[in-house]
């Protein structure tokens, strides 16, 4: 989980945030930058081809290698072509085609997505999804820290000295990522398939759309009946803050006057240190008082980040406010994410894991990356720090949604927190 974490974790900042900063260096402007964050909208709709992915097999793939684990191989060798793809083009001259690039990197993640959920889910039974969530977690944002400080480390020594814009060093930094799927792909290759959960064979084709496509949706709502509405709903915004602020963050250094360096350095240590601290105290909180309230907890957290954000808006070049504003936002999502993750995990029944889970992950993703599409914008109208005011702002409902869920008591957990009754 650890290694597989790392490779679902690299791509996204790759054809988002840290792609940003790249886009941002080249002169793109930012009102470009935001709407080019819709390229994430993929991951919200790809609960539209989950179900293929929970039961077709692949052409000589699944023979050798089983459903789940050709699944993963074939996502990865996806995102391994678009990243090679990205790596090749300058996006001050030719900005469309790293875009197909980074939509199939996209595709390609979001497939990937969907199978190691469903490989996760079903490695191990209830008691154990936490540890596995908490190990993914930290693979995930290992990634999340190399294909963000790390492809800036790496761009900045590839300049070797060179002043401005270097086309060359980017392109550099993109191929390094492209070999680190290969952490995913070995992995993958030398693990365990998952003992198959036997499902019943439709008897024509409008059976098999039955069984793939309403099934398990139906199973949502019959499980959970007009709880279903909020479950969807707070799952659709918890994230609303830190998607919507984040696309804007890198552009931010940018206009800010840091370097690549120091943009690196900052997160590679301070923010690799508190996102495990982040992980960890997640998942402990989690265990000692409960999913919903450190669901609560995070929600807060998130948006105080942001208005920290805020606040270095206002100090020019800062390296020391820097420091504790990525230190604080890196802690506070490691802590609201290892309980988010624990929370989807459980909603899930096993019969449709991949499927259910892509539709919970897909409902988090698609109103924050719309409407951060708007982000840049928004700030060339109304600057900064009240762009980080107003991300702040936004993540209020979800503070109600989930007093709504506690009180209702809509979704009630086991102790050990892992297993949803109804």
């Known amino acids: 989980m650890l290694f597989l974490g790392f490779s679902a974790g690299l791509p996204l900042l790759l054809i988002l945030g840290t792609l940003s900063f790249w886009l941002r260096e080249a002169g793109i402007d930012r009102s470009t930058i935001g709407y080019l964050t819709w ?71 979001a497939t990937q997505d969907i199978a190691l959920d469903a490989f996760r889910i079903e490695s191990a039974d209830s008691d154990h999804q936490a540890a596995l969530a908490a190990t993914y977690q930290t693979g995930y944002r290992l990634a999340l820290i190399w294909s963000g400080a790390g492809v800036l480390w790496l761009a900045a020594r590839a300049e070797a000295g060179n002043a401005g814009y270097d086309a060359s060093a980017w392109q550099f930094a993109y191929l390094c990522m492209a070999l680190s799927i290969s952490i995913g792909v070995l992995t993958t290759v030398f693990s365990k398939e998952p003992v198959r959960v036997e499902l019943a064979r439709a008897r024509n084709a409008k059976a098999w759309l039955h069984q793939t496509l309403i099934e398990p949706f139906a199973d949502f709502i019959k499980r959970y009946g007009w709880h279903a509405v909020l479950i969807l709903s707070l799952i659709a915004i918890y994230r609303i803050s830190d998607v919507v602020m984040g696309i804007m963050a890198n552009p931010f250094y940018v206009d800010m006057g840091y370097t690549k360096d120091e943009v690196a350095a900052v997160s590679k240590v301070f923010g690799v240190v508190m ?148």
């Not at 089983?66 to 001259?93: E, N, T, Y």
């Open 275 to 422: 996102t495990l601290v982040g992980a960890f105290l997640g998942g402990v909180l989690t265990l000692r008082f409960g999913v919903m309230r450190i669901l609560f907890l995070g929600a807060i957290l998130s948006a105080v980040s942001n208005l920290l954000f805020a606040w270095l808006a206002t100090q020019g070049h800062d390296l020391h406010g820097l420091v504790w504003v990525i230190s604080a936002d890196n802690l506070s999502s490691g802590i609201a994410t290892a309980a988010f993750i624990a929370f989807l995990s459980a909603l899930t029944n096993i019969q449709y894991s991949a499927t259910q889970y892509a539709l919970f992950s897909s409902m988090m993703l698609l109103l924050p990356k719309w409407l951060a599409g708007f982000s840049g914008v928004f700030v060339d109208s109304f600057g900064y720090q009240n762009f980080f005011i107003s991300t702040a702002i936004i993540g209020a409902p979800v503070l109600i949604l989930i007093w709504f869920a506690i009180r209702f008591k809509v979704v009630e957990f086991k102790k050990h927190d892992t297993q949803v009754v109804k």
């Open 39 to 109: 390229v994430g909208l993929i991951y919200a709709f790809k609960w539209m081809w989950a179900p293929l992915v929970d039961r077709l097999p692949i052409p000589v793939l699944s023979k050798f290698f089983g459903r789940r684990r050709s699944w993963l191989l074939f996502a990865q060798l996806l995102i391994i072509l678009g990243l090679v793809g990205m790596a090749s083009i300058d996006p001050k001259v030719q900005l469309t085609p790293i875009v197909w690039c980074a939509l199939l990197v996209a595709f390609g993640s």
